[in-house]
């Protein structure tokens, strides 16, 4: 899996580092610091954080397509 961030795009709202801390963190209040090539185990992590930004500027790459805001395909319950 590869995540890519739109840094034009972020706004600094940081619910992806609320979500996947272990993957997304702010530095201040505006810059945002991200692993680029997390473990798979931290899947659903990320894929929460991306549904969960308001301004869609979080993409992940690989494990059979390209996951975007608009389709994240996060199940109930995980």
């Known amino acids: 899996m590869r995540v890519v961030v739109d840094l034009n795009r972020c706004q600094g709202y940081a619910q992806c580092a609320f979500l996947a801390p272990d993957v997304f963190a702010m530095h201040g209040e505006e810059a945002l610091l991200y692993d680029a090539q997390p473990d798979d185990i931290r899947r659903v992590d990320v894929l929460r954080a991306v549904a969960a930004c308001p ?3 979080i993409t992940v790459e690989g494990a059979g397509g390209k996951w975007t ?10």
């Open 55 to 57: 301004v869609r500027a």
């Open 69 to 78: 805001a608009d389709r994240v395909g996060v199940p109930h319950g995980a």
